[in-house]
T-cell receptor, first 116, second 109 residues
């Protein structure tokens, strides 16, 4: 158990819909990262937050947005869903001194999103 | 952004030492080399990180030559449970993180 929790574990929805994925980092970790993993694309970095502020941005679509709240939990919002958005979505957290992302990341169990 | 290249897949046998090499020709001065392990349907798990020379922990060793343009993850005496995907990352302090496709390691009995 990494100490990172993600909800829900599974999510099935239809094209065009909007969903919210939630992540609670390990106690004391200020940085949260979101990743998407699909069969053909491998593990893709989406975005990093540090203590509520966006820190680094990867290949995150405009239809996707994220935020980190004052209690440090984070949410990833996916809208206008397409079939190709079906994937495993992982959240990770790290100590990340001053927001640096070269620290060990602890990954949650993931949310499996299926878009029908 | 430092790009990494590693073998797509490798096979080995139980009890053998496995070495997975990763090349990162455009690594920058402040970049760290990090390796993660991932089992199917699970999040990646940190294995080891290094900057130069050799780093060893209870799971693996990481060898980094002086020019830092490559690194080798060494897994001693592998078992069937080491079958997984291994990712080599070159992590820059304030930049996006690239995992790549990783190396699928298959351990045979």
């Amino acid at each position: 158990d990494s100490g990172v929790t993600q909800t829900p574990k599974h999510l099935i929805t239809a094209t065009g819909q909007r969903v919210t994925l939630r992540c609670s980092p390990r106690s004391g970790d200020l940085s949260v990262y979101w990743y998407q993993q699909s069969l053909d694309q491998g593990l893709q970095f989406l975005i990093q937050y540090y203590n509520g502020e966006e820190r680094a941005k990867g290949n995150i679509l405009e239809r996707f947005s994220a935020q980190q709240f004052p209690d440090l939990h984070s949410e990833l919002n996916l809208s206008s869903l397409e079939l190709g958005d079906s994937a495993l979505y992982f959240c990770a957290s790290s100590v990340a001194v001053q927001g640096a992302n070269n620290n060990e990341q602890f990954f949650g169990p993931g949310t499996r999103l299926t878009v029908l | 952004l430092a790009k990494t290249t590693q073998p797509i897949s490798m096979d080995s046998y139980e009890g053998q030492e496995v070495n997975i090499t990763c090349s990162h020709n455009n690594i920058a001065t402040n970049d760290y080399i990090t390796w993660y392990q991932q089992f199917p349907s699970q999040g990646p798990r940190f294995i080891i990180q290094g900057y130069k020379t050799k780093v060893t922990n209870e799971v693996a060793s990481l060898f980094i030559p002086a020019d830092r343009k490559s690194s080798t993850l060494s897994l001693p005496r592998v078992s069937l449970s080491d079958t997984a995907v291994y990712y080599c990352l070159v992590v820059r302090r304030d930049d996006k993180i690239i995992f790549g496709k990783g190396t699928r390691l298959h351990i045979l009995p």
